[in-house]
């Protein structure tokens, strides 16, 4: 019992194992099934006896939570001597209410998973985006079945606690494909398969400006005319796009994987009965709340660290870039290159125009600026040190034999030929 206390999922064959050693005994893959069926049933209490507990289990988690909801909905007739059967029970504890209110984006995924103990059923949550882009757990409810009619009992329940009254500033983020780029993709590559296309439809929905979105378009339309089509036709882009994504929510969040995180943390607590599974889950709560708050009070910085890492790393990539101040308050900004952003400028209606005719001008082009009749030719110029230059032909002064005419001086040219031959002499020294 105490082995199994301390590993609920202890396998069968480690139980086996164990009976032989103690007890030098074999039994069967059924029996040790069985018993270890037994021993969870005594340590965790029977899933009817839970069923039947679920008032008082309310009732304490109202009265130890300040501020929490809980609501239960049960079948309004009663069998033959028997009392009402479970449906749904709706719990949003208080404190998870107020750190959403305080410190959390006013942006919601929705989701839900299966249940895997003996009544089944399926778990619906809503998560939320804190400040260094983790989750945060809001809501949960148990549902008999994932339908319509479940999501609506459920969010009546959370726009009450959240006071939410025909309103645009929360977003709901699901796991649909009008939604989730995720889920759209997955649609997507069933009748449009490639790695070609793939990219093109994650830097679709990853455009943050309307002219990289038309352009993106542009771009599928010319690969493939059938997959423009369908993007064109699929949910509106203000659902999954960056392009028009809302500034007030402070996230470019296109995918539900804060929902799919939480899920594969409680994945145990979904095997236990109703009220061990939602203890595990406010325990897990707790507990990791706790250390989050525990870390994040050593860390230095005035944001947190995710955050601080996609900082510096656009910091790093904005360094190529640089600002051009008009002396008010506006910048302009030029790339590696001369880049800005040419391609992005907003579109026109007008005719595109053509180069202009070559039309050939009078004169020769001049490349240097007329001057003006009161600057001389050697305006600006800095003064030049005088060089007297000495003909070695004839000895003249004012030109080099180059260019000059007269006929040779001998005593200049024996002067010249010493000097020649003296040079060798003082080089071999």
Not at 135 to 142: E, G, K, Y
Not at 330 to 338: A, H, M, N, S, T
Request: charged share 25%; with cysteine.
């Amino acid at each position: 019992m105490e082995r199994i206390r301390s590993n609920t999922r202890m396998p069968t064959r480690e139980i086996r194992q164990t009976v032989y050693e103690e007890y030098q005994t074999q039994i069967s893959k059924w029996v040790a099934s069985n018993a270890r069926k037994m021993a969870l049933k005594m340590i965790q209490g029977s899933t009817e006896a839970q069923y039947k507990k679920i008032w008082e289990y309310c009732a304490e988690i109202k009265k130890t939570h300040e501020g929490s909801t809980m609501k239960i909905m049960f079948t309004p007739f009663r069998g033959s001597g028997g009392n009402p059967k479970f449906m749904r029970l709706y719990c949003y504890l208080g404190p998870l209410k107020k750190g959403f209110k305080d410190g959390c984006r006013p942006i919601i995924g929705l989701d839900g998973c299966h249940l895997k103990e003996i009544y089944r059923g399926q778990l619906l949550t809503a998560i939320a985006s804190d400040s260094n882009n983790g989750w945060w757990r809001i809501a949960w409810a148990v549902v008999e079945r994932e339908a319509t009619e479940q999501w609506a009992w459920f969010l009546k329940y959370l726009s009450e606690d959240l006071k939410i009254e025909n309103q645009c500033y929360y977003i709901f983020i699901s796991d649909q494909q009008k939604y989730c780029v995720q889920h759209m993709y997955r649609n997507f590559k069933k009748k449009h398969i490639g790695l070609a296309l793939r990219n093109r439809l994650w830097n679709i929905a990853c455009c943050t400006t309307v002219e990289m979105y038309n352009k993106a378009m542009d771009e599928l339309q010319t690969i493939d005319k059938v997959a423009y089509e369908w993007v064109k036709k699929a949910h509106h882009h203000w659902h999954w796009c960056k392009t028009y994504f809302p500034t007030h929510v402070k996230s470019d969040m296109i995918v539900n994987n804060l929902c799919k995180s939480f899920n594969a943390h409680i994945k145990d607590a979904r095997d236990q009965p109703i009220i061990t599974m939602l203890e595990l889950i406010r325990e897990y709560l707790m507990n990791r709340i706790q250390r989050r708050r525990a870390t994040m009070g050593k860390y230095k910085g005035s944001i947190g660290p995710l955050i601080n890492e996609i900082v510096e790393t656009r910091v790093k990539h904005s360094s190529q870039w640089m600002p051009i101040w008009n002396a008010l308050h506006e910048y302009q900004v030029k790339g590696p290159r001369g880049a800005q952003f040419a391609d992005h400028w907003p579109p026109s209606t007008m005719p595109v125009l053509d180069p202009p005719t070559s039309v050939t001008q009078s004169g020769k082009p001049k490349k240097a600026r007329r001057r003006d009749v009161t600057e001389g030719r050697d305006h600006g110029r800095r003064l030049r040190r005088r060089i007297i230059i000495h003909c070695r032909k004839c000895g003249e002064v004012g030109h080099n034999i180059a260019m000059c005419k007269k006929p040779p001086n001998e005593e200049t040219q024996q002067g010249s030929n010493r000097s020649f031959e003296t040079q060798p002499s003082s080089q071999q020294r």
